[in-house]
């Protein structure tokens, strides 16, 4: 009788405990990014506010060249960023925000785009997540216009046909979703779809226009009352 093992994550405590010190350093790296770069946002808003008009202008641009990086690479906190730029600059400040997050989600978008696969199988064998590194490595392999068809057959048949269908206005809602930063924030998301390669450019431009206004709307309300 054949008794091999399925081609996933081994089960062995050891190789479970390595995987849970590989993720554990993957986070304590992350978390020790947000804490420098929360403290380098700081360090720039003190020289944003309008007492340090000598060098405002200078550090407005600055602000927004780093907003749009922060916006654009998964797990980084880009929205403390947009809010200083939102309230030092006002209303304008509302509009700058909305140009770069476009400007940062098209970045993201790009960069999926081009990101080699292989790198993302090499870190979850790493992690020894060979199933799930085996199943990326495979629908990388297929042309994308017969990807949604190879999904649709492949994967669990009740809610996954719904949600390909509708895959524009799932990724319009996990934008907005609260506490998207679990799976990278609008960066990691919008890379995610590049990726993918399941949506145009100008579908996701199109989208993403009206998929982020809520913020600046209710910003503006908010700043009007």
């Not at 730029?85 to 400040?93: I, T, Y």
Request: glycine share 8%; charged share 10%; net charge positive.
């Amino acid at each position: 009788m054949n008794t091999e093992r399925p081609s996933g994550i081994d089960e062995s405590p050891s190789t479970w405990m390595a995987t849970l010190i590989k993720v554990s350093i993957i986070l304590l790296v992350l978390i020790a990014a947000n804490i420098l770069i929360s403290y380098l946002i700081s360090a720039l808003e003190i020289q944003i506010w309008p007492e340090h008009l000598d060098i405002v202008d200078r550090a407005v641009v600055i602000g927004i060249v780093l907003y749009i990086i922060l916006m654009a690479i998964p797990f980084l906190p880009g929205l403390e960023m947009g809010l200083i730029l939102m309230m030092v600059l006002g209303p304008k400040g509302v509009l700058v925000t909305y140009i770069c997050t476009l400007i940062a989600l098209s970045i993201g978008f790009s960069i999926g785009r081009i990101f080699p696969t292989q790198l993302i199988v090499s870190l979850l064998q790493w992690l020894n997540l060979d199933r799930a590194a085996t199943l990326l490595k495979q629908f990388d392999a297929i042309p994308p216009d017969q990807r949604l068809v190879y999904l649709a057959r492949n994967l669990p048949k009740k809610a996954l046909p719904i949600l390909l269908r509708h895959r524009y206005l799932v990724l319009a809602l996990l934008f907005n979703l609260p506490g998207n930063a679990v799976i990278g924030g609008g960066g990691g998301i919008a890379m995610i779809a590049g990726n993918s390669r399941l949506y145009s450019y100008p579908m996701f431009l199109l989208l993403i226009s009206f998929a982020i206004l809520p913020g600046p709307i209710v910003i503006l309300l908010s700043k009007s009352i």
